[in-house]
């Protein structure tokens, strides 16, 4: 039998049915289709990625995604079932499934807008680093900061530089995460101890996670170029 290719991703999307800010998030109709359609389109013509792991407690969700698209499903054990459970034993739990598999992507449902080839360039520079061991994608901000106590994070009031010149902050945008199975169980992690920050373009890493983010996402999908 032919070793897998290191350099041939597993990609993970979990879904669980339960959504508290947004009701039936992962299915909700978006530009015409579920929700989750976009992403499983755009894994599906990643070249790298040699297959595509739903992750989901739902009978109903495992059938709609399998009226579109062909992916394995792996169903979460009770154990791993509620709105608390952290992401990082969810994927710990779907890669034990996949011992030969060596190198993972996973993402999001409630990414539609992120584009093919951005995972490419993604996958392609993770393949290209050293000295890091996971790559995940972040937003750029160069704006003033505050704290939850209302102290300046990255910048002196009493300086007002302009926003332009200010140490840039990096948000964690939930749109991209690449590791190796050895970085994961040396972390128990997607981010591994040595990772490599993405930058997206922040109109394409919208990820939805209330329901005016719907209308946004879906508003700037109309808007782009067929």
């Known amino acids: 039998m032919n070793s897998p290719n290191p350099k041939r991703l597993l990609a993970i999307v979990p879904m669980k049915a339960h959504s508290e800010r947004v009701v039936d998030k992962n299915i909700r109709e978006f530009n015409g289709k579920p929700l989750f359609y976009w992403i499983f389109d755009t894994l ?27 992916v394995d499903v792996s169903f979460r054990p009770r154990r791993l079932q509620g709105d608390t459970v952290s992401m990082n034993r969810i994927i710990e739990h779907v890669i034990s499934l996949y011992p030969e598999q060596q190198t993972f992507l ?27 061991d996971s790559l995940f994608s972040v937003t750029r901000y160069r704006s003033r900061f505050y704290d939850s106590r209302f102290q300046p994070v990255n910048h002196d009031p009493g300086e007002l530089k302009r926003t332009q010149d ?10 991209i995460y690449i590791f190796s199975r050895e970085s994961f169980l040396a972390a128990r992690a997607r ?35 067929q």
């Open 44 to 70: 599906n013509r990643v070249n790298a990625v040699s297959k595509i792991i739903l992750d989901t407690d739902s009978e109903r969700i495992a059938e709609m995604v399998r009226s579109y698209f062909d």
């Open 106 to 132: 996973q993402t999001h449902s409630t990414n539609p807008l992120l584009k093919r080839e951005t995972l490419e360039r993604a996958v392609d520079r993770f393949f290209k680093l050293k000295g890091f």
């Open 166 to 175: 200010l140490s840039p902050l990096y948000e964690e945008n939930s749109n």
């Open 191 to 225: 981010v591994g101890k040595h990772p490599y920050l993405f930058e997206m373009d922040p109109l394409e890493a919208v990820d939805i996670d209330e329901e005016d983010d719907l209308v946004l996402a879906e508003t700037l999908m109309k808007l782009r170029p």
